[in-house]
């Protein structure tokens, strides 16, 4: 049993406010969206899929899959013209390779991007080499996740059996 003196109380209660983790409404909101996209990530680069996600969603701003299924085929189109926020700069997709590396070079490994040569990209150091690079597997990771909501979408075929 806990003996509380004159203002303990609310001591306590701040003690208990301050190791709880209260969210935003708009992570509240966020978090949903995100959870039905990545339960349905399946095969290589989970996280880097999730990290993705993530971005895009702080990019949108909204909950709305048919928002963010939209962004994802304008990007495809023109990446250029649709931007993601945190994948803007040079600076930015660079941070985000260093904390995805092991997935991004996997998937440029798969990609065969390491055997182009770099003076062809119009690459002329290693800084400009890893971003382009990291700019093709962002891309590819969303392109993969088009791919993964139009499958989503697409009715099963359920076949029944005939009992003889």
Known sequence: MVCLKEFGEINFINLIYSNMKIKKYENFINEDLKSELSSGLEGENKDLKESIIDKIIKSLNTDDKKVFDEFISAYIKDSEGNQIEGLI??????????????????????????????????SFSLYDYVVKGTKRAISEVITELKEGSKESKEPTDISSEETE
């Open 89 to 122: 700069n040079d600076s930015d997709i660079y941070e985000f390779y260093l904390s995805n590396r092991n997935d991004i070079d996997a998937l440029l490994s798969k990609l065969n991007f390491y055997d182009e040569v770099p003076s062809d990209m119009n």
